[in-house]
């Protein structure tokens, strides 16, 4: 299967700052990629589709100034939390999806804010 | 407001048997949905997709899916120890354009 990659895998950051973590798809291009979010014993929810070369779609609940999503290029896609908070620790997880339609997913990123 | 049900589990099954998750979904305009296996701490990985109603074989797994009735299934035949993990349902409108939409998640322990 094809192959995505995160960046970092994971992150420690105080209160306040912004943390940008990196989801690149590495052997094909993928005009769309999702955020998803999963804290501890829950399943993944998905937070927002990214599209490359236009805005971020996001889903209901989920603060667009807080999580900033640049698709600047076919094979990237970054997501910025900021002024993270500990109510924003949790694991998250992009998505790449292949022209057939399948979504490859990344290793996820586990962040923690002290 | 689109909603997947899985028993969160634990489901205990004896290595070799036959394990069977199960999921029901309330979007009926769902289309494609996916099982996926996750290992704590890590990201899921694809198991299974499924379209069409009715049966879907890939080695020891066997993906059942029945619309009318908005219910789902994941068989594992000759269940091994490193079977044991989270397993996902995931169902999505159309052709899979869209994010997925995750059920909890069944917890399933092989026993050796």
């Known amino acids: 299967g094809a192959v995505v990659s995160q960046h970092p895998s994971r992150v420690i950051c105080k209160s306040g700052t912004s943390v940008k973590i990196e989801c690149r798809s590495l052997?094909?291009?993928?005009?769309?990629m999702f955020w998803y979010r999963q804290f501890p014993k829950q399943s993944l929810m998905l937070m927002a589709t990214?599209?490359?070369?236009?805005?971020?779609?996001?889903e209901q609940g989920v603060e667009k100034d807080k999580f900033l999503i640049n698709h600047a290029s076919l094979t990237l896609s970054t997501l910025t939390v900021t002024s993270a908070h500990p109510e924003d620790s949790s694991f998250y997880i992009c998505?790449?999806?292949?022209?057939?339609?399948?979504?490859?997913f990344g290793p996820g990123t586990r962040l923690t804010v002290l | 407001q689109k909603e997947v049900e899985q028993n969160s589990g634990p489901l205990s099954v004896p290595e070799g048997a036959i394990a069977s998750l199960n999921c029901t979904y309330s979007?009926?305009?769902?289309?494609?949905f996916f099982w996926y296996r996750q290992y704590s701490g890590k990201s899921p990985e694809l198991i299974m997709f499924?379209?069409?109603?009715g049966d879907k074989e890939d080695g020891r797994f066997t993906a059942q899916l029945n619309k009318a009735s908005q219910y789902v299934s994941l068989l594992i035949r000759d269940s091994q120890p490193s079977d044991s993990a989270t397993y996902l349902c995931?169902?999505?409108?159309?052709?899979?354009?869209?994010?997925?939409?995750f059920g909890k998640g069944t917890h399933l322990i092989i026993q050796p």
């Open positions: 995931a169902v999505v409108e159309g052709g899979g354009a869209d994010g997925l939409t």
């Open positions: 979007d009926r305009g769902s289309q494609s």
């Open positions: 499924i379209y069409s109603n």
């Open positions: 990214s599209n490359e070369g236009s805005k971020a779609t996001y």
């Open positions: 052997d094909f291009q993928a005009t769309t």
């Open positions: 998505s790449a999806r292949a022209p057939n339609n399948e979504q490859f």
